[in-house]
């Protein structure tokens, strides 16, 4: 199974971006039923989850992202995608996309490649 993260660029603040993460290798029952998740990472600082989606469609984001990030998912098409709307200078981050795989009793972290969002002001 392989993520693959796609969408990110050069935006001024106030602009609008929007990540796309498609999965392959994962089976229909399989991908539908996971928790999809946006992370990022700034430089010198911690990975950080920005959003979340489940198979029912709940979703949640953090704090500072709230109101102007959305998260959804097309299991049809294996892919999951952030919409990113009145982005600020502290959105700049390479964007991660992830998913857990449950296999029996262990379960594995399955990273996307990052995709790098740089929001000019």
């Known amino acids: 199974v392989q993520l693959q993260a796609s969408g990110g660029g050069l935006v001024q603040a106030g602009g609008s971006l929007r990540l796309s993460c498609k999965v392959f290798g994962m089976i229909l029952s399989e991908f539908s039923g996971n928790i999809m998740s946006w992370y990022r990472q700034a430089p010198g600082k911690q990975r950080e989850m920005v959003a979340t989606?489940?198979?029912?469609?709940?979703?949640n984001y953090a704090d500072s992202v709230k109101g102007r990030f959305t998260i959804s998912r097309d299991n049809g098409k294996r892919t999951f995608y952030l919409q990113m709307n009145n982005l600020e200078p502290e959105d700049t981050a390479a964007y991660y996309c992830h998913t857990i795989r449950n296999m029996g009793r262990n379960q594995y972290d399955l990273w996307g490649q990052g995709t790098q969002v740089t929001v000019s002001s």
């Open positions: 989606v489940t198979g029912s469609r709940d979703t």
